[in-house]
């Protein structure tokens, strides 16, 4: 759907993350052997990572991962740390209309899970990923859309007991930030922010430290049968399995597997960070919280004071994927950063990245196993909320895979097996052209 440069897995997303991780990154081992192993896993990233960790440390089940670049190399490494729910496109009442309340309260419990399932994978496997910041904002950039989260609120609270506060702009400015763009938010208490790379690949060290086995730079070319093994072909290797977990997300490639071909559309997010602010900026433009924000457009800014006092700012991308398109994207993002909080303008952008989220036609996130194959499983279409998502789907994979539970005891309803399909790949980008112009026109009204 993309320009090849957003495939291009030789080297990784010139990244503020990969600039920090430190010597996190374990030398990589492709696949060059034939090989057998009870799971395999294609993808390795947070959904791949955690399958693999669980499979192997809760279950006592050898798995292998096939990553096609370096390990973490797709959006679990290059997102913007925003560890809270969400996880769909679906407004809370479309969700109830479409789902019921007994089936929104079990997602929504859910998600809450995935932030705790995160704190307690880093405590457990010594995980240290500067985690930070408590709760969640969600920023009124318009006056009338504080009657929005306000009705938010009363929801969060009615329908799942989540405690939440409103503020208009000038309490808001007090505990949060000012700007062009705050007209008063909406706390909730469930969300941290995180290094997402440093989390990622904290999720590879536990999961090789229990057993599995992680290959980077082992794109599959080919998945056959032979039997009742799987055989994924790599360039140098082969894979024999019984059962398969598809955990690419965003970064699948139509062709794989049939029936998961035109499930998923991915959508380009941009992300800048800038120098570590000083005293003095800060106080012109002050920021007094780590907690990660967003704000209440449909083409949102999500954005976060990062620990060493660098500040982070994302929003969605275009449509070509171009490294033409990712210049003209990176002069708009300063653009908007700057209006938005403008006693900033002069200071320095140190690193620009983009990369792929996964959304689906249902508009929530996908998981299960396939109904002629029932041992080829399958999560993604987390919708940019991946950090939590992403590793309890791995999670609840492995209990799956593993025989522990049944999909309607471990899996929200919500997101039980593969969303509707969508256009081919060659009408996806003006799927996209027309639903953004559209979202762009309702974030104006």
Not at 34 to 49: H, Q, S
Not at 73 to 97: D, E, F, P, Y
Not at 185 to 211: I, N, Q, T, Y
Not at 402 to 422: C, E, I, K, T
Request: aromatic residues 8%; hydrophobic residues 40%.
């Amino acid at each position: 759907m993309y320009d090849h440069a957003i495939y291009d897995t030789r080297t990784n997303a010139p990244s503020y993350w990969e600039a920090t991780a430190g010597h996190l990154r374990a030398p990589e081992t492709p696949l060059e052997a034939d090989e057998r192993c009870d799971v395999a896993i294609i993808g390795g990233g947070y959904t791949g990572l955690s399958a693999a960790l669980h499979l192997a440390r809760d279950h006592g089940i050898e798995a292998r991962v096939l990553e096609a670049g370096p390990i973490a190399w797709g959006a679990s490494g290059r997102n913007g740390g925003l560890c809270v729910t969400g996880a769909t496109k679906l407004s809370l009442q479309q969700m109830l209309r479409r789902h019921g309340r007994a089936a929104t309260q079990a997602y929504h419990h859910d998600q809450v899970a995935g932030i705790e399932l995160v704190r307690q994978l880093c405590a457990d496997e010594g995980v240290d990923c500067d985690l930070c910041g408590e709760g969640h904002f969600s920023v009124a950039h318009k006056p009338s859309r504080m009657r929005e989260l306000r009705a938010e609120a009363q929801a969060l609270e009615t329908l799942f007991g989540i405690r939440t506060a409103l503020y208009t702009a000038e309490e808001f400015a007090a505990v949060g930030h000012g700007g062009t763009e705050q007209f008063g938010a909406l706390w909730s208490e469930h969300g941290c922010a995180l290094h997402p790379l440093k989390f990622a690949l904290g999720l590879a060290g536990a999961a090789r430290r229990h057993g599995a086995h992680l290959h980077g730079y082992s794109r599959v070319l080919d998945w056959r049968r032979e039997g009742r093994e799987h055989v994924l072909q790599t360039a140098r290797g082969s894979l024999r399995a019984r059962r398969v977990i598809v955990a690419t997300n965003g970064y699948y490639r139509d062709g794989l597997a049939a029936a998961l071909d035109h499930r998923c559309l991915p959508v380009i997010s941009n992300i800048i960070t800038t120098r570590a602010l000083t005293d003095a900026e800060i106080a012109a433009q002050p920021f007094h919280t780590h907690a990660p924000m967003s704000n209440t457009r449909h083409l949102l800014f999500y954005y976060r004071l990062l620990p060493d006092r660098s500040f982070l700012f994302g929003a969605r991308g275009d449509v070509r994927g171009t490294p033409e398109a990712g210049a003209r994207m990176r002069a708009w993002l300063e653009w908007r950063f700057r209006e938005v909080f403008p006693a900033w303008r002069d200071v320095e952008i140190t690193h620009f990245w983009r990369g792929l989220i996964a959304l689906t036609r249902d508009r929530v996130p996908a998981a299960g196993a396939l109904e002629n194959d029932p041992s080829v499983w399958f999560g993604f279409g987390y919708h940019g909320n991946g950090v939590n998502t992403a590793p309890l789907t791995g999670q609840r994979l492995a209990r799956l895979v593993a025989g522990v539970d049944a999909p309607r005891d471990v899996l929200p309803r919500v997101m039980h097996g593969l969303p509707a399909r969508l256009p081919a790949s060659a009408l996806r980008p003006w799927l996209l052209r027309g639903t953004y112009l559209a979202l762009g026109l309702r974030d104006r009204l």
